[in-house]
Structure formats: C-alpha cells, structure tokens
C-alpha cells in the first residue's frame, strides 16, 4: 500500500501571499489530520477532517483552513501569509473508525518558507 | 490543558547500549500513546502504539510502557545501532479527540 503522500514537498512564499497544501491519505483511511511543527513550537495540530467533515480543530486563526474531497484527499490552505508560519507542515491518515484509537501514519511534508 | 515532556532533549551514547527515553503527560485522560522517530527534515514514522488500557508494546528491540496512573511512558532501546540515530517523539491522544499532542522530542546520536 502506498504511504501518505504530500505536495508540494518544498514551497517559498512572500508575506502576504495565500497557498494551498494537498494531502492524500492511505488508501482506505478517511481521517486526516494536519500538523505544523517549527523548531519553537515543535508540533501543533491544526485540524482534522473525516468524510469531508472537520471533526476537530487546534488553536489557530481563521487564516488557516482546510478541506476534504470525497476521496478522501485533503487540502489545507493558509491566507495571509506571514513569517512566522514558515514551518514543516505534516498530514497524517488513520481509518477514522474509532476516533483517537487508531495509528496515525505520516506523510513526509512540505516545507514552507516565506519571505 | 495537556502537556507532554520528554527528558533528556538529547542524548548521546556509543553503538551496543540499551537506553531509555522519558515521556512524561499531565492528564491521565488519555486514549493511547504513540512512539515516533523523526529523521532530519522528514515525516513521523510511527514505532509504537500503547492503548490507554495496556502496559506495554514491543516491536524488535523497542519496548515502550505506559502508566497512565503517574502520567510517564519510557521507550527502551536494546542494542543501539548508528541507524537508529533520530529525533524520538511521544504523543498522547487525549479523550474525545482525534488530535495528538506532542512532546518536544529526544534528539538520539548513536556513535560507531
């Protein structure tokens, strides 16, 4: 089975610019939850989605939303950017049946630098 | 509000030791309990996961235990090898939530 995969997988901004992120899960899964780590912060959860629902959301301004299609595949989207939202930004899949008991598997990230 | 530490930040060791990483929680309203390794500039493998009911997992020459009652997890390395060089992550997942909250990580150098 193929594993999460992420693109892009490296992404420069400027200050003020919006981007969007794409996620797609394991096949099968339908829970996807999005990371942010920085090496201050380390890793901060931003959101989740299952069955194109936003099920559960971090501490993060309205800047930064997402969406999943009914395959499944998220997109996160951040507006506005700004310095400090340069940072590794991680997705992860489960199946989503049993919500918090499940392994969650990681894709390998994109990397995001504003300028 | 959950908080997760992991002690030391770093450690060093020569190749061939057993070592232990700390993982340490505030709220024992946990679901479960996962291990990940970081490599530099990469995603999270997972290693192990604990549910809130077991004790403890192995897989190869890792064996993490959990005691929700005092809040602390320990991941036991057998045998150290150079690969296993990497950042090691807790994350607990707590009730009603499908959201992991992350400890700072241990930063492992494994030296031939």
């Known amino acids: 089975k193929a594993g999460v995969t992420q693109t892009p997988r490296y992404l420069i901004k400027t200050r003020g610019q919006q981007v969007t992120l794409s996620c797609s899960p394991i096949s099968g899964h339908r829970s996807v939850s999005w990371y942010q780590q920085t090496p201050g912060q380390g890793l901060q959860f931003l959101f989740e989605y299952f069955s194109e629902t936003q099920r559960n959301k971090g501490n993060f301004p309205g800047r930064f939303s997402g969406r999943q299609f009914s395959n499944s595949r998220s997109e996160m989207n951040v507006s506005t950017l700004e310095l400090g939202d340069s940072a590794l930004y991680l997705c992860?899949?489960?199946?989503?049946?049993?919500?918090?008991?499940?392994?969650?598997?990681f894709g390998p990230g994109t990397r995001l630098l504003v300028l | 509000k959950q908080e997760v530490t992991q002690i030391p930040a770093a450690l060093s060791v020569p190749e061939g030791e057993n070592l232990v990483l700390n993982c340490s929680f505030t709220d024992s309203a946990i679901y479960n309990l996962q291990w990940f390794r970081q490599d530099p500039g990469k995603g999270l493998t997972s290693l192990l996961l604990?549910?809130?009911?077991?004790r403890e997992q192995t897989s190869g020459r890792l064996n993490a235990s959990l005691d929700k009652s005092s809040g602390r997890s320990t991941l036991y390395i057998a045998a150290s090898q150079p690969g296993d060089s990497a950042t090691y992550l807790c994350a607990v997942v707590i009730q009603g939530a499908q959201k992991l909250v992350f400890g700072q990580g241990t930063r492992l150098t494994i030296n031939p």
């Open positions: 992860a899949s489960s199946l989503g049946r049993r919500q918090g008991q499940e392994t969650q598997y």
């Open positions: 604990i549910q809130s009911s077991q």
